[in-house]
């Protein structure tokens, strides 16, 4: 009963943020944890852009830096804003109750959400805002309808707008959707926003599950041994039924 309560517990955040868009098709995220550099440009974007709201109280810092290849020193001068010590978790000063007011529900907790909702939905998501006017912020999202969070990247991005095309259907003019359209007021090309985004859901990916690499590695040298050792058994095994045979 504990683990279902601690389970639901994580599930629940995550599942109310991907509420909606279920027929929205989901980009592929081709990520890497072995890249480095793109876990410290997602490490980079995710301390600038997302910390503000979004916690991660489940990662340390220090063990963060290590994973990613940061310098100690250079990560608390530059990915540290609040004056936490490099052992401390990755958390913000934002009340629940204060963020429950501006946002409608208090933004979740980020560690574990690239398990929770998959890559491919994070990746996606984070370049589906478009400007919408009815909305309280202005935007809209096409895989989270109705979302209550603003496009904090919008400066990168800029604010994309849905296009329409008209098709005659049954002797009648409809629009059809057919895509977002960039307003061209982004710091960064389209190519290099999928690329900002791509490199923050690697990062997501790594936190989520950060033992992984360390994992896989060890996992590889099991193998290896695994095979050695069996070549040897397979020559003991002949050496023993020599003379049966």
């Known amino acids: 009963m504990k683990k279902l309560i601690i389970l639901l517990s994580l599930l629940l955040p995550s599942l109310a943020m991907a509420a909606g868009g279920h027929n929205v098709h989901l980009d592929e995220a081709n990520i890497d944890l072995t890249d480095k550099a793109s876990l410290q440009s997602g490490a980079r974007t995710f ?83 478009y400007a919408d006017p009815s909305r309280p912020w202005g935007v809209n999202n096409l895989v989270f309808p109705e979302v209550g969070m603003p496009h904090v990247l919008q400066e990168l991005q800029g604010l994309p707008t849905k296009t329409y095309e008209k098709h005659l259907v049954d002797g009648e003019m409809v629009e059809r959707y057919v895509g977002l359209k960039s307003d061209g007021k982004g710091e960064l090309s389209p190519d290099e926003y999928d690329k900002t985004v791509l490199d923050l859901v690697n990062f997501l990916a790594y936190t989520g599950e950060p033992a992984r690499l360390e994992a896989e590695s060890i996992g590889r040298w099991v193998i290896v041994f695994i095979l050695v050792l069996f070549v040897f058994v397979y020559l003991l095994k002949k050496e023993y039924w020599r003379e049966v045979h």
């Open 47 to 129: 301390m600038n852009y997302c910390l503000g709201c979004h916690q991660m109280q489940y990662q340390r810092y220090q063990r963060t830096f290590e994973d990613i290849g940061v310098p100690l020193d250079l990560g608390a001068e530059n990915l540290q804003f609040t004056g936490e010590k490099v052992g401390d978790y990755i958390t913000n000063n934002m009340h629940k109750k204060t963020a429950a007011t501006w946002f409608g529900a208090a933004p979740p907790d980020l560690t574990l959400v690239a398990r929770v909702r998959g890559v491919d939905w994070l990746y996606t998501y984070l370049r589906s805002f």
